[in-house]
């Protein structure tokens, strides 16, 4: 079989999902995944060589990748911010944070700075709801934002490629201390 | 001493608790899976967790056992158990904690719940966005695999079980069950349609359960203490705890796991510390975007799944979002239809169609432009979604704009009347994306 555009470490990460499901199909959603992960997007090659890959045809897996948000049809910039604007963020300064964001990147919703690093998007609900305002920046959450909060980040991902300031394990809002 | 019992938050609460399958073992982790491989048979499980009264923790309160005892008996072939972890519905944020922080309850419950059907593979399908959850749940399952916890003929018993993480990808319909499992299956998230339900024709068309993560989370303790026990915390007709999850205007915030049956007021001031800033309340959502808003005459509604649908509303997932006598109700009926537009599936028209116009509307109201004849033309569109689409996701999304309508009325008229928003009047009014 000859692939467009996956290489051959992403096609090995790819089958190491097939034991999982006893029908091929079920790795559709894994694969998108991984190619993008490995891409920064799902391009038509990237979904022409999925569908060979799993004995599909490219639309079946073309449908699939348009009904998630999670997919970028686009190539997107090294870091994709994503703020959460449903009810429990919006009530809490979800807009004030988009705002700051499109003044301290200088772009739009939707758009990617001209050096590449960062895609604003804005997004619905992402379950940190006790912890708003909040954003994803590619696979980690960053919650009870302040607009110094959100600089102090930006500045961390420019020079570090990281920021302390993620979410990790244990670090959701304290349990309740209960007298 | 905690004022209220904590049965899942207990282990976690601890400190230095990670979760560990070395630190969940010390507190009794899996004695309860190894009782029911020894000492019980698939129905006496089952009979176990019916009598206990444990209902669905993901919004629709369906009993549990009952769920488990419609998969068929004499099926021939395999059978599925998918745990839900999408925690998709707005407000919502309470299984990512459990997953984080205690991961083996879960997959403790899990396994119980698979013997008890006789399934050998259980997917947790979790929601795309969290990486964290996924990793924690994969290092989860491969202590567990190496522990012979999880894997072949477990404990001799002749029992095999695989657990798989599988992986979302952005899409509220898929919490679902029935559009969770076609999203398994490789496809675009929409929901069947039901009969056959999927303990029939389920996951690959076999008998499968979809509970979820706070369900089965449940389950290790209902074994291990006894129905009885279960039932000691609650109410009659909703044993048990729940973990509320409270978000919005509230000094507090957090997931607290209380009784069932709790009255909102105790939950709002006590619990979470009052309303921000001590302002006035103006509205509830008592269980998630779903929910029907409550105005603060409910509030001494004890939360449990009939008292809550008995005002008009759901207790759903349990998800409290408060608001503040500052927050504009049109606005917040805006918010939470634009989520509803984006995330329709677009099978059914009248969800698809409805919800767009729906917004429409809304969007004009809150703008200055909206018209006496709006109201009317808003209860129109809603009597021709509910009750019109596949799945509960049309009854979903006219709740906000009936329980605002019905609770709210006057502010409406004063947007239309006034001709813009008393609240915002200069603000960005939608992030449309």
Redesign the interface.
């Known amino acids: 079989m000859k692939f467009k555009v996956l290489s051959k470490e992403t096609i090995q990460r790819i089958e190491a999902q097939y034991p ?4 091929l ?6 694969a ?2 991984i190619a993008q992960e490995d891409l920064g997007y799902v391009s038509e090659p990237a979904m022409i060589d999925i569908a060979e890959l ?1 004995d599909l045809t490219p639309i079946q897996v073309y ?2 990748a348009t ?5 970028n049809m686009k190539p997107v910039g090294k870091y994709l911010v994503q703020v959460c ?4 963020c ?3 300064g ?2 004030s944070i ?2 700051h964001l499109q003044k301290s990147l200088g772009i739009g ?2 758009e990617t700075t001209n050096d590449g690093f960062f895609s604003l ?12 305002p909040m954003m ?1 920046i590619n ?3 960053y919650e009870n934002l302040t607009p110094e909060k959100v600089d102090q980040i930006l500045d961390d991902l420019r020079e570090n490629g990281r920021s302390d300031l993620a ?4 670090m ?5 201390e ?2 | 001493m905690p004022k209220y019992e904590q049965i899942l938050f207990n282990n976690m609460s601890k400190a230095g608790y990670t979760g560990s399958l070395k630190e969940y073992e010390a507190v009794g982790g899996y004695t309860a899976f190894k009782k029911v491989l020894k000492e019980y048979s698939s129905s006496d499980v089952i009979d176990i967790v019916k009598k206990s009264g444990l209902r669905g923790r993901g919004g629709a309160g369906f009993p549990a056992g009952l769920k488990w005892s419609f998969i068929p008996k004499d099926h021939v072939g395999p059978r599925y158990l998918c745990c839900n972890a999408d925690e998709s519905e707005p407000g919502t944020y309470k299984d990512r904690q459990l997953m984080e922080f205690d991961p083996h309850q879960m997959l403790e419950g899990m396994a119980i719940c698979c013997y008890a059907i006789g399934a050998q593979t259980a997917y947790i399908y979790i929601r795309g966005e969290f990486d964290l959850g996924a990793e924690i749940l994969e290092n989860a399952i491969q202590e567990a695999y190496k522990a012979k916890l999880v894997g072949k003929d477990l404990f001799g018993s002749g029992f095999n079980l695989d657990i798989y993480v599988h992986r979302g990808a952005g899409a509220y319909i898929c919490g679902e069950e029935t559009a969770l499992l076609e999203s398994l299956e490789g496809k675009r998230g929409k929901p069947r349609i039901k009969p056959p339900f999927p303990a029939i024709n389920g996951l690959y068309q076999e008998p499968t359960v979809i509970n979820n993560v706070e369900t089965l989370a449940n389950v290790p303790y209902i074994i291990n203490k006894g129905p009885e026990w279960f039932r000691t915390i609650g109410t009659e007709k909703s044993p048990g705890t729940k973990v509320f999850s409270v978000s919005g205007h509230v000094k507090k915030p957090g997931n607290y796991e209380l009784p069932l049956g709790i009255p909102l007021r105790e939950i709002i001031y006590d619990v979470a510390g009052g309303i921000l800033g001590d302002k006035q309340l103006k509205a509830v959502i008592p269980g998630g975007a779903s929910a029907p808003m409550m105005p603060p005459d409910q509030l001494d509604t004890p939360m449990d799944f009939d008292s809550v649908a008995a005002v008009g509303s759901m207790l759903g997932s349990a998800a409290i979002t408060v608001m503040d006598e500052d927050t504009c109700i049109v606005w917040a009926a805006m918010n939470l239809m634009e989520f509803f537009y984006h995330e329709s599936c677009g099978q059914c028209t009248p969800c698809r169609e409805g919800s767009g116009w729906i917004l429409q509307i809304l969007r004009r109201i809150e703008g200055g432009e909206g018209r006496h004849s709006d109201l009317d033309q808003l209860l129109e569109l809603c009597t021709r979604i509910g009750g019109r689409t596949v799945c509960a996701f049309g009854d979903a999304e006219i709740g906000p704009i009936l329980s605002t309508i019905k609770h709210f009325r006057s502010e409406y008229e004063r947007h239309i009347e006034e001709k813009g928003c008393p609240f915002h009047p200069n603000a960005t009014l939608s992030m449309a994306h």
């Open positions: 999982k499901y006893p029908d199909r079920s790795v559709t959603l894994p998108l995944r799993l449908e699939v009904f998630y948000t999670q997919y604007k449903t009810l429990s919006a009530l809490l979800a807009m988009v705002e919703i939707g998007k804005v997004v619905e609900c992402l379950a940190s709801c006790g912890s708003a994803q696979n980690r959450y979410t990790g394990p244990f959701l809002p304290l349990l309740q209960q007298s």
